[in-house]
């Protein structure tokens, strides 16, 4: 069954959905975009998405062509489109339209909004239940990695080098700090039961699921830290994982072959993951 696109206010099936050859995310790799999980119909983590794509669009000076009630109402009503249990919205941004140039085109240059469904049973998720292996890799991405950018090609190749590899994801490295995964947030758990993440700068993205971790975290009676951590500190944690919009939590049990603690999904990780998955799931609009 086709899926009903949105694309510049229009419902469109998949098939019919047509982008000018000009358009700057193309040309130019010149868009944002946003990803929202959808559970039981309902959106996840909605408001925190929609903050941070009005960030991005103001660091990168894009207009968002639907204003705040209207962008939900579109949310929404894809969902109901595409009858959508399950799954996640694709959201993507462009500054439009314009003949090639380093140049940004006029102000007033319509941008390119685009919104798309997968579905995918979120909670179910086999990875969740037995952990992830990861790989190491040096992240060689552009500075301002706060900014979620459709410039993802550097991410595309750590992940098949990371899997060229045997593992299933990459955790990227920087002076011997790790930043972050190709998609995800990277965290560790100490020996002592601390949970570390990296602190926000451009180095990393401000993770929706992230800063929902880290509140549960604290609410819970985790001792929480905020602070870059090494390749050695990760190899030797007591626990790992990954935090997502469309995985929530994922155990990492494996760090360049190495097993982590005694190699199976931590206790503390699993915990978190089944409270973000109960809150957020009764927190969704």
């Known amino acids: 069954m086709s899926r009903i696109l949105y694309l510049n206010g229009a419902w469109l099936p998949e098939s019919e959905a047509r982008v000018s050859v000009f358009d700057r995310g193309f040309l130019m790799a010149d868009g944002i975009y946003e990803v929202t999980c959808v559970l ?10 929609s903050a941070r794509l009005q960030r991005s669009a103001r660091e990168l000076g894009l207009t968002v062509p639907l204003d705040a009630e209207a962008l939900l109402a579109v949310h929404r009503e894809i969902v109901a489109r595409n009858a959508l249990d399950q799954g996640m919205i694709y959201l993507q941004l462009t500054r439009g339209a314009a003949d090639r140039d380093f140049a940004y085109p006029p102000a007033g240059t319509p941008p390119t909004l685009l919104l798309f469904t997968q579905a995918k049973n979120v909670l179910e998720n086999k990875a969740a239940e037995r952990g992830i292996s990861v790989a190491l890799l040096p992240d060689l991405r552009w500075g301002r990695r706060d900014i979620k950018t459709i410039q993802l090609l550097y991410p595309s190749m750590a992940k098949m080098e990371a899997m060229a590899r045997g593992a299933d994801e990459a955790w990227l490295v920087e002076d011997g700090l790790v930043t972050e995964a190709c998609a995800a947030t990277a965290h560790i758990v100490t020996a ?16 929706v699921t992230r800063a929902s971790v880290l509140e549960l975290a604290g609410t819970h009676g985790v001792r929480v830290e905020e602070r870059a951590f090494t390749s050695d500190e990760a190899r030797s944690a007591r626990e790992a994982f990954i935090t997502s919009a469309t995985n929530f939590v994922v155990p990492v049990t494996r760090i360049d072959g190495q097993a982590v603690g005694d190699g199976a999904p931590g206790a503390l990780t699993r915990r978190i993951r089944d409270i973000y998955i109960e809150t957020r799931r009764a927190a969704a609009i």
Not at 40 to 49: F, M, T
Not at 194 to 201: E, G, I, K, N, W
């Open 192 to 207: 002592e039961g601390v949970l570390v993440t990296r602190d926000l700068s451009h180095a990393l993205l401000p993770g």
């Open 40 to 49: 039981d119909g309902k959106l996840v983590e909605y408001a925190g998405h």
